[in-house]
Each structure stands twice: as C-alpha cells, then as structure tokens.
C-alpha cells in the first residue's frame, strides 16, 4: 500500500546517503591536500562544494515536497526531520572540508609541524570514520550503533586539546606560529565534524525512539551511554 | 415542568392514556374490517364447500342443479386471464417505458397523458362495458364474444398496469442507468439490458394484481355480452360467459339449491383470485430489492 | 521519463516531481474558454487547460465549484440533464467532442467514467464486467476480457472463486473495483473518476489510490476530488476551481489556477488557492 510514497521516502534517503559519501570524499581529499601541502587537489576541494551544496538543495526540496504531498505521519514524519536535520550537518561537513582546504592553501608556504600533521590524520580518520559509522547507523536503523558515537567523540576532543598543547609549544619561530594559529582552525573544524557526526546518531535515535535528546549535556559532562 | 435528572419514569400520566386509547382505536378499525370480512367468508364456505366437486368443475351449467356444473364459465374465466395478460402487460409496460425513459415532461400532450391515465384508473366498469358495446360489439361489428370481454377488461385494467410498471421502473436507481450510458450504451440498450430486468419483479406484481382485479368483474362483461346462460363450451371469437356472471346468474334462480351452486362457485372464484394475490405477493417478497 | 537536468527554465517544483517537460507531454484534452449552464443558469464559466497522457489530473475546489459538472462534459453526461448546455470547446486529439457530428456513445466507449457512489448492476460479478464488451459488440473471448479487467482493477483474486456471485454481495471498497474493471473491460483510453472514494473507508481509499497509480501508466486518468490530500497524493497535475459571482450575483464556477501538483501545494501563484489548500477558505 501506498507504494508511490514507500519509494519516495526511500529515494529520499538514498540520496542523503549518496550525499554523504560526497562528503567522505571531500574530507578524504582535504586530508590528503593537508598532508601533502598539494594547492590543486585543495582547490578541487574547494570546487567540489558545489555538488553537495546541489544534492543539499534537491534534499531539501525533496522533504518540502514530501511533506506537502505526503502528510507523513507517525515513523515516516520522524524520518523526514531526520533527514531534514542530517541533511543540515552533512552540508555544514562539507563547509568545514572547504575551510580546511582554504587553510591548507594560506599555509602552502609556512614550516609544518610533523607532529601535528600525523595527529591530523588520525583526528582526520576518526572524524571520517564517526561519520560512517553515524550514517550506517542511521540506514540499519542501529541504536547501539548511534549510541557508540559518543565514545569515539570523546577521542576526538582530547586529540583536538592534545593539539592546542602542541601548538602552544611550537616555539618562537614567527612562521611557524603562524601555522599553528591556522591549524588550530582546521583542528578546530575536524572536531566539529566528529560533533555533526553525534548530531546523525542524535537523530538514528530520535527516529528508532521518537525521543529527541541529546546524547552528551555540556553541563554534565559525566553523562553518558 | 422541569426536567428531574435521574427520574426516568414517565413525566405524565395523561399523554400516556391518549396513546393506549389511539392504539384501542387502530384495533378496533382493523377488526370491524377483519370480522366483517370473516363472516363474509365463513358463510360463503359453510353453504357451498359440499358441493366444490367435478361435478362443479366439468359439468355445463343445466336447469336441473343437481347436475349443474361451471365448466363453460371456468374455462371462459381462464381464457380471459391469459388473453388479459397477453394484451395488458405489453401495452402497460410499453407505455410505461415510454412515459419515464423517453417522454419529455414538458410538452403538453405527454402531461395529457399523464392526467388522464391517473383519471382512467378511477373510472367505474361499467362505463368500459358501455364503451365496450357501442364500439367493439357494435361499432367494429365484433359482435358478443370473448375477445371483446378481453379487449374490455384489458382497458379496464390497463391504467393499474401502467401505474405499476411505471413504479417499478422508476424505482430503479438513476445512478444504474448512469453506469450503463457511461459504458457506452444506447437508450435502447439501457432500458432494454438494464431498466427492464431490474424493473420486472414490480411489473410481474402489478400484472399479476391487475389480472386479478379483472376477473372479478361482472358488469363490463354482462354489457359486452357474457350471455347468462351458456352450455357449451367457449371459444375466443364464440359467445361466452364467465364465472362472475354465472354466479350472478344462479343467485338471481329462486331455488334454494342454486344459491348453494352460487356459493361454490363463488368459493372457486375467490381461491382462483386469491392463489393469483398470493403468488403475486410471494414474487414480490422474493425478488424485492433493496436499493 | 527523462528529465532535462540542464534546462534551468524548467519548473523547479516540475522537476522535483519528475513530470516530463512540457514538449514531452502529448495533449490528451483541450479545453478551450468551456461554460456550462443549466437552464439558462451559468454553472461554470471561461475553463481553459490541457490534459496529457498518462497523467493523473485532479480537480479540486470547494462545493458548488463546477468540477462535477466539467468532468462530465469530457464524457457527453451532461446530455442526460435536461437543460444542460455546454459551450466553447473541448479537442479530444484535435477533435472537437461537441463537434455537430459527434455521437455521444463513440466518445463513452473511450471516455470511460466512474461515480462516486459505487453503482454495480443487480447482476452477478460476471455479468457486470461483461456488460460493457456485449453492448458494445466486444463479445468474442469474453471470459479472457473480464479476467484482464478485474485484474488491472486489482479484485481478481478476490473474486476469481465467485464470479456469478450477485455483485451487491461484495464490499464497498470492491464495488468501487468492480466499477472499475466494468469501466476497463470496454478498453477505454480515459478514465474520469467523479470522487471514486469519498464513500469508501481509509483503507479502501488507499487502494484506489494506488490502483489509480498503477492504470496511469497505460490509461489517462482524470479525477474529481473534495479531499485536497488525495489530489496531493495521487495528481499529478491539479485544477484549483472556485465559486466566484456573476452578474446578477449568481454562484459560477471558475478555473483559478492549474499547475504541477508540487507546485499547487507548495507555491500556489493565487492567493485564492494558497487560502483553499491551507484549509482558510471560506
């Protein structure tokens, strides 16, 4: 019954699937350029924007038809938010890709740190796999699976603190300072994006539970699940 | 006179003895017909049950009443019945298809029609068996026979018929008619495929009523020349008489016995009209739809 | 069903619904300037729009709009009202329906219609699906007719084991498929539906829906609806009628705005529509 709609909404979320892999690709490639100082493949990052900002913007005219046309209810209406939600971060990710991409090329010039480019790759993989992680939860409809986001999360943040101490101890080298200011940015955005990868776990729960809650309270820290 | 929650009995006593003294009175009016009518048929069985026999059925009619039998009028009553049917129903049920499906109510002669079909049901017999002599014996020159009983009592009852069949055929829903001209049907194919059959269970009734209220009559008859004396047996285009006449005829006999033979065959009439009402009333239950 | 990705004059909301554009779309009905009055009375007034194949087309609007008495025009119903008169123009493939020559019964053979109440005949399952094919002289193979008609109508199953059973025996949801394959055993090319499930429970009117799914991909459906969700969830495109004064302050129907159901329910260009379809009307 109702199979028109059933393949809507299942149109709908491969697409945002199909969205995310875009965005895997984007993060993938702005590691590399970072690693390897390349300024063309930044800048194809940079240009690749465009395609998830496309695919973000057909989402998003997808959900608005679906909800005029469709008045989901119940599962359905929730999937929609989700998708309305995750569609929202997904877009954010590939802005933060973007921006590194932009610090990488303002640093082509300046000393690097090797310490810091290795802890980058890792935060960089963490960052990469919370976010497959989130979204395979989110299509198998895995709580547990969301839930574990929490705890590769907390990794990423004391690699992001690890990395301020670093860069606090650059040294007196006015280039090199330089590089870490900009760096701290892209430390910055690769913590971000583990975050956004919470916020999809947020919203595999919010569609399996029909609770929306957050899964980590800034005011209390101690909690988790 | 304010309404007590919680006391339900009722509020007063008077308007409840008006509706037991109506009820009384509904019962009274149904019996006052039901007795009469009982007495009526009570008397008519005790005088004349003992002599329903063969004698009654396959014997002519004589002087002496011993012997005397009602075949001739039996028979000449079943030859009218068919004849009846076979006339009224196609003229009733081709008009009344004509007045609903094809008329159209606006133009006078159509409204006419209407009028005096309604006027026509309400005519007394007699005034058919007058018209029945002046033009059918005499006027056409048929002469004093069967077939003119027919063709009289065929207008006689030909109003009922078409009222009948003009209710059953209205009584089929507009929206049946509705789904066959969407299929690409024809007016013709419509009434024919459709409006007919849906319709023929009122129209078998009403034929059936009509029929039956037809052979009960005596004075068109005795005009258009049911002889009251007729010992052989009838045929269409030969002199005729029917039961109801030759009831009459006996009764009007001043021995005793023929009044006995008149209550017989009277018990033959009423069991043939009451077989017809009967049947007609179980078509009518069994295939009565329910729109 | 290709759509242009490059042609950025598309209609957005049209390319998100996936319709094909324009030049791709073959003109079933062409309503030109159509009024109907009823004894003199203006019913509907000045309607003018295409119908394509192989869509859905719905007409909504509040009562009293008309968009009963214009769907009846497509199939020449409106013959059996006294009184009825239509004017301007209806092109069925360039052909004008109320041309002087045209037979009503050529124009229902393939204009097909189904009302609102379900209407079997008192007859069986059997007899009803093969009325159309025997009055129409379709009466070879019939048995293989009335099979392949109550299965596009999604009732073969159903009632494969019963075919001479009275068809006043099924449920509403299954007269309503019966009427259905009644209409789809004559092999029609249109099919008009007069609000085919406002007497049907949600479950049943879930299954027309979806039959109504399935037939556009061989039949061109056209479909009168007061519930505006269904024509958001069945058309593909939609006609906003309402009720507007004439002259001598008589209710007349008219046609407000006709666009990709998308659009009707996201972005309506009237403001009357957007009042309708947000439930302020009236």
Redesign the interface.
């Known amino acids: 019954m109702r199979l028109s709609f059933q393949e809507e909404l299942d149109r709908l979320e491969a697409h945002l699937q199909e969205e995310a892999d875009l965005v895997l690709r984007s993060l993938r490639g702005a590691l590399k350029a970072l690693e390897t100082q390349d300024a063309e493949l930044a800048d194809e990052v940079i240009a690749f924007d465009d395609e998830v900002d496309d695919r973000y913007l057909a989402i998003g005219q997808g959900i608005e038809q679906l909800l005029a046309r469709q008045t989901p209810v119940a599962i359905d209406l929730r999937l929609v938010l989700a998708v309305l939600h995750i569609n929202l971060g997904l877009e954010r990710c590939a802005d933060l890709c973007v921006t590194i991409s932009k610090l990488t090329k303002l640093s082509a010039d300046l000393p690097q740190d090797e310490a810091l480019l290795e802890a980058f790759e890792e935060m960089g993989s963490r960052a990469e796999e919370m976010t497959r992680v989130a979204m395979r939860s989110f299509a198998e409809r895995d709580l547990a699976g969301a839930e574990s986001l929490v705890v590769l999360d907390e990794l990423i943040d004391r690699a992001n603190r690890r990395v301020v101490e670093r860069i606090l101890d650059l040294g007196p080298n006015p280039e090199l300072r330089e590089w870490g200011l900009r760096m701290i940015v892209v430390s910055r955005c690769l913590e971000r994006i583990g975050d956004h990868a919470v916020d999809i776990g947020e919203q595999t729960a919010y569609l399996v539970t029909g609770e929306f809650r957050e899964f980590t309270d800034a005011s209390r820290p101690d909690q988790h699940h | 006179m304010s309404v007590i929650p919680g006391n339900l009995s009722p509020a007063s006593r008077r308007s409840l003895w008006i509706g037991r003294v109506f009820q009384g009175f509904l019962w009274l009016s149904l019996a006052i017909g039901f007795v009469m009518l009982g007495a009526l048929l009570v008397q008519v069985f005790k005088e004349g049950y003992k002599w329903v026999d063969a004698v009654l059925f396959f014997e002519p009619p004589s002087t002496d009443p011993l012997i005397a039998g009602a075949e001739p009028a039996i028979l000449a009553t079943i030859y009218l019945g068919i004849l009846l049917l076979l006339f009224t129903v196609p003229l009733g049920v081709g008009t009344a298809i004509y007045l609903e499906e094809y008329a159209?109510r606006e133009r006078w002669y159509n409204r006419l029609l209407e009028v005096n079909i309604q006027n026509l049901a309400a005519v007394p017999s007699i005034v058919y068996g007058i018209l029945g002599l002046a033009f059918l014996v005499r006027g056409i020159g048929l002469g004093r026979v069967l077939l003119a009983g027919a063709m009289i009592l065929t207008l006689l009852v030909l109003p009922t018929v078409i009222i009948a069949a003009r209710e059953a055929i209205r009584a089929v829903?507009g929206?049946?008619?509705?789904?066959?001209?969407?299929?690409?049907?024809?007016k013709w194919?419509v009434v024919w495929?459709?409006v007919l059959?849906?319709a023929t269970p009122g129209i078998a009734t009403g034929s059936i009523l009509a029929l039956s209220r037809g052979l009960g009559e005596t004075a068109p008859l005795l005009l258009v020349g049911a002889l009251t004396y007729v010992a052989f047996n009838p045929t269409v285009l030969g002199e005729f008489t029917a039961l109801p006449v030759q009831i009459y005829q006996w009764i009007a006999r001043p021995q005793e016995e023929f009044r006995t033979l008149a209550a017989s065959a009277i018990i033959v009439l009423l069991g043939i009209l009451l077989t017809l009402n009967a049947f007609a009333i179980w078509l009518r239950n069994r295939y009565e739809?329910r729109w | 069903m290709s759509v242009k990705m490059t042609d950025v004059s598309v209609n957005l909301a049209e390319r998100e619904q996936r319709l094909p554009p324009k030049e791709f779309r073959e003109v079933v009905f062409d309503v030109k300037d159509l009024g109907v009055s009823y004894n003199g009375n203006p019913a509907l007034q000045g309607v003018s729009l295409e119908v394509y194949r192989n869509f859905v087309t719905a007409f909504i609007g509040p009562s009293g709009c008309g968009k009963s008495t214009f769907i009846r025009c497509f199939?020449h119903?409106n013959d059996?009202i006294?009184g009825a008169k239509v004017e301007g123009k209806i092109l069925y493939h360039g052909e004008d329906l109320y041309g002087a020559h045209v037979d009503p019964?050529?124009v229902?053979?393939r204009i097909?219609?189904v009302?609102q109440?379900p209407?079997?005949?008192?007859?069986s399952i059997y007899d009803n699906v093969a009325?159309?094919p025997r009055?129409?002289g379709m009466d070879d193979a019939l048995d293989d007719r009335v099979e392949k008609a109550l299965t596009q109508a999604a009732l073969w199953d159903e009632v494969k084991g019963r075919l001479k059973a009275s068809a006043l025996s099924l449920s509403g949801g299954q007269q309503q498929r019966l009427?259905i394959a009644?209409?789809l055993a004559?092999e029609p090319e249109v099919i008009l539906m007069d609000e085919p499930a406002s007497a049907l429970d949600p479950i049943a009117t879930t299954r027309i829906e979806d039959l109504m799914h399935e037939l556009k991909r061989e039949y061109t459906i056209v479909v009168v609806t007061h519930n505006m969700q269904q024509a958001a969830r069945v058309a593909d495109m939609t006609a906003f009628f309402s009720v507007t004064r004439a002259g001598e302050g008589e209710r007349v129907g008219l046609l407000v705005e006709y666009d990709s159901t998308t659009k009707i329910f996201t972005q309506p260009s009237d403001k009357r529509t957007e009042d309708y379809v947000t439930g302020r009307f009236g």
Not at chain 2, 175 to 185: C, E, H, V
Not at chain 3, 119 to 123: A, C, E, I, V
């Open positions: 159209n829903p929206t049946i008619r509705d789904g066959a001209y969407a299929l690409g049907a024809t194919q495929r459709q059959p849906a739809r | 199939n119903m059996l006294p019964v050529e229902r053979k097909g219609m009302f109440k209407n079997p005949f008192p007859k009325f159309g009055v129409l009427c009644r209409c004559v």
